[in-house]
């Protein structure tokens, strides 16, 4: 039989291997401003999608500045599930080729 000692120390081991399996939060260091703005920011390019004819893809390249685009890439990470974001990524970035839907290396 195992003793309450033995078992705290067999939970704790538990506890431990399952945080080792989450996935890491990225978004962890962000601070307050940073994510009220990414959430802001995000649904207003969602409204902003419905609206245009060229949907997410039209409105997130809607712009002359790598540096807004990547702000818009950001707040669209930060507001949308990995996969989702995937889609809509492939849709903007080119493709070396048609079977092949990742986007190129090096391509933004």
């Not at 940073?34 to 997130?60: C, S």
């Not at 996969?83 to 990742?102: F, K, Q, T, Y």
């Amino acid at each position: 039989m195992i003793d309450a000692d033995e078992m705290v120390a067999l939970i704790e081991s538990c506890r431990h291997e399952m945080q080792a399996m989450l996935p890491v939060d990225e978004f962890a260091s962000l601070s307050s401003k940073t994510r009220q703005d990414y959430r802001q920011l995000g649904r207003k390019l969602l409204q902003r999608a419905r609206y245009t004819e060229g949907g997410v893809a039209e409105v997130m390249t809607a712009t002359q500045r790598p540096t807004t685009f990547y702000k818009r890439v950001a707040a669209l990470r930060y507001c949308l599930p990995p996969g989702i974001l995937w889609v809509i990524m492939s849709a903007i970035l080119p493709r070396e080729n048609n079977d092949d839907p990742r986007p190129t290396a090096g391509a933004a």
